[in-house]
């Protein structure tokens, strides 16, 4: 009868493979003959088939031998259950490719679509490539500690790009990035409309910092990010406490020294 090249061959597997099955007990491993080669007969042929046709599926090793000895009720329930779950595993994997494709694209799998189209609105605005990427970073930071929450923030976001402070604001900061040393008057001019405009939004309720969320690591994340990207942020934290507020990062008012 067969060597194992040849059952191997004939059923479109590997040596390997079949060696492989014999060791996880699919497949018998027959005794040796008097010239201590071991032989195949049609059995095992018809056996290596299946377990290679339920293999290929993707249906797992462990479940095939039940598979194997299963009436036919059982055995439709079982495929019927190895099929919901290789459909789950294609949906996923149809997820994985969209993230993929999304990076090709450069957009951040870390972030929702609202945000990267807030990012895109940015560049579109006249800020540069790496102020993008700096406020990419903030937002990773931010959607990982509330990601249902900053999807309801973009619109917001949003509509602040239409204020041309805002727009000014962004332009500024983009120079003082791609700028070496920094110009103290650009410095003053993106501190200067950051607290205006926080002053505008804590008159109006508007501000978000700790005292709304009740969450302080956040904010810290993101004055240590700040610093870790260019060291010149300390400046500019600097100018903000001087006109009243925490940090150039978060809305927080600092407390009023005693009169």
């Keep these: 009868m067969l060597t194992i090249g040849q059952l191997a061959g004939y059923a479109g597997v590997t040596v390997r ?17 008097a010239s201590g080669y071991r032989r195949y007969g049609a059995t095992a ?3 290596l088939i299946k377990i290679r046709t339920l293999a290929d599926a993707g249906v797992p090793l462990s479940e095939i031998d ?3 000895r299963a009436d036919a009720p059982a055995f439709a329930a079982a495929v019927a259950r190895i099929d919901a779950r290789l459909a789950a595993e294609i949906a996923q994997r149809a997820v994985s490719r969209e993230q993929i494709a999304r990076l090709a694209a450069g957009d951040h799998a870390a972030l929702p679509d609202e945000v990267t189209f ?3 609105r940015l ?3 006249g800020a540069s490539e790496r102020i993008v990427a700096a406020e990419r970073d903030g937002w990773i930071l931010m959607t990982a500690r509330w990601p249902e929450q900053v999807r309801e923030w973009m619109p917001a976001k949003l509509a602040q790009l239409a204020d041309p402070r805002m727009v000014r604001l962004y332009r ?13 008057k650009l410095v003053v001019e993106a501190a200067d409309i950051m607290a205006a405009l926080a002053d505008e939004a804590y008159t109006a309720g508007e501000v978000m910092g700790p005292e709304q969320t009740g969450d302080d690591l956040p904010f810290d994340l993101l004055d240590a990010l700040a610093t870790e990207s260019d060291p010149r942020a300390r400046r500019m934290r ?3 406490r001087e006109r009243g507020w925490v940090s150039w990062t978060r809305q927080q008012r600092l407390p009023k020294p005693p009169s």
Excluded at 17 to 33: F, I, K, Q, S
Excluded at 172 to 184: C, G, I, Q
Aim: net charge negative.
């Design 172 to 184: 500024v900061l983009s120079e003082l990035m791609d700028s070496d040393p920094a110009d103290e």
């Design 45 to 47: 042929v018809v056996s």
């Design 66 to 68: 039940a598979l194997l």
């Design 118 to 120: 807030y990012l895109r």
């Design 17 to 33: 493979a079949v060696r492989h099955y014999h060791h996880v007990g699919l497949l018998p491993e027959p005794e040796r003959d």
């Design 123 to 125: 560049l579109e605005i």
């Design 238 to 240: 600097d100018l903000m």
